[in-house]
């Protein structure tokens, strides 16, 4: 019964994880062009919409690798909030860039480099919302 509980509680923070991580790239992508906030052309809803399109899209992208790694945490019974957020920026950058996501190819400009923040925050946003939830508590199953 403890397991079937665990499993509710990951399945949960993996889809409160996706909706930060949305939520930082939303907001990380809109934000330069926001002078004043009053002058959102957006209305909420549009921008939840938005929000939730993209939480469907990184949890879709996501599920394998991050299975892979709740399987990890959950195994070793790692609880520090700094490994699920390290292991969440480096997710995000590695879905996001490939085998390109350190840097290898030189590109002149700093667009590259804000795509490159916004992935990692996300991830990292996701990574910690995921610990709040779930992983602060990973492995203890094992022992009830």
């Known amino acids: 019964m403890a397991a079937i509980v665990r499993i509710m509680a990951i399945i949960f923070a993996y889809v409160l994880a996706c909706m930060a991580a949305s ?3 939303t ?3 809109l934000a330069p062009q926001w002078d ?6 957006l209305p909420p809803a549009a921008l939840w919409a938005v929000i939730a399109v993209g939480a469907a899209i990184i ?3 996501a ?3 991050t299975l892979l790694l709740i399987v990890l945490a959950e195994a070793f ?7 699920y957020a390290m292991l969440g920026g480096v997710l995000a950058l590695m879905l996001g860039y490939g085998l390109d996501f350190a840097g290898y190819v030189f590109v002149t400009g700093g667009e590259l480099a804000r795509e490159r923040e916004l992935f990692a925050a996300a ?5 910690f919302v995921y610990w709040l939830f779930a992983g602060r508590k990973a492995g203890v199953w094992k022992s009830a």
């Open 36 to 41: 004043d906030w009053s002058s959102l052309a």
């Open 59 to 61: 949890g879709a992208i």
């Open 123 to 127: 991830g990292i946003a996701g990574g």
């Open 27 to 29: 907001f990380g992508t």
């Open 77 to 83: 019974g790692w609880r520090s909030s700094l490994v």
């Open 23 to 25: 939520t930082v790239f």
């Open 63 to 65: 599920m394998l690798p």
